[in-house]
């Protein structure tokens, strides 16, 4: 299976600050027949489920503000909220979906956290 | 407005099965995969399969091959996993999301709200 590897585990960051979380994965999740990366991100606050934010690695799901933007190719990605808000504290986590057959893995998350 | 809505918490033995149920409203049923995801008590989120609600076709993560089953009722909307043989590592939320189409229905857009499921003596 492709291992995601998120960084940091945990992040605290001023309000109005930039907040970068980054993904790694242990092998290329840019399919070259279509040029796509088969990377998502998810916000999950607490005792709800997750929230897709970005799919194909840089595309925001409808009704996500613009401050989080999805970067990267091949095995390095990242999450930014280009300027921090009370209400985006959260666990975030990326996902690849890559695989075929369907072989699903996420990163082990990362904890945001106001400054 | 796109639903999903699962069954209740469960609390099981060891050795024992579970199946929970995922009912489906606001689109159609049978246009979208289903996948189950888990995520035990401040942990991450683990897949564990997932459903062509229109074929009855399925994929399993191999950690579950052998003790996990998918299925719907078409009529109803509503899909189901069932978890056999369980342990006490099977304690946790699972959760069913809808494959979002344009993204090839391997990301997921709209989540159901968990269902805790514990296994205990």
């Known amino acids: 299976d492709i291992v995601m590897t998120q960084s940091p585990d945990s992040l605290a960051v001023s309000l109005g600050e930039r907040a970068t979380i980054n993904c790694k994965s242990s092998q290329s999740v840019l399919y070259s027949s279509n040029n796509k990366n088969y990377l998502a991100w998810y916000q999950q606050k607490p005792g709800q489920p997750p929230k897709l934010l970005i799919y194909w690695a840089s595309t925001r799901e409808s009704g996500v503000p613009d401050r989080f933007s999805g970067s990267g190719s091949g095995t390095d990605f990242t999450l930014t909220i280009s300027s921090l808000q009370a209400e985006d504290v959260a666990v975030y986590y990326c996902?690849?979906?890559?695989?075929?057959?369907?072989?699903?893995?996420f990163g082990q998350g990362t904890k945001l956290e106001i400054k | 407005q796109v639903q999903l809505v699962q069954s209740g918490a469960e609390v099981k033995k060891p050795g024992a099965s579970v199946k929970v149920s995922c009912k489906a409203s606001?689109?159609?049923?049978?246009?979208?995969?289903i996948n189950w995801v888990r995520q035990a008590t401040g942990q991450g989120l683990e897949w564990v399969g997932w459903?062509?609600?229109?074929?009855?076709?399925?994929g399993y993560a191999q950690k579950f091959q052998g003790r996990v089953t998918m299925t719907r009722n078409t009529s109803i909307s509503t899909a189901y996993m069932e978890l056999s043989s369980l342990r006490s590592e099977d304690t946790a939320v699972y959760y069913c999301?809808?494959?979002?189409?344009?993204?090839?229905?391997?990301?997921?857009?709209?989540w159901g709200q968990g269902t805790l499921v514990t296994v205990s003596s």
């Open positions: 606001g689109y159609t049923f049978t246009s979208y995969d």
């Open positions: 996902q690849q979906y890559y695989s075929t057959p369907p072989r699903y893995t």
């Open positions: 999301a809808r494959g979002k189409v344009a993204a090839d229905g391997r990301s997921w857009d709209y």
């Open positions: 459903m062509n609600p229109n074929s009855g076709n399925t």
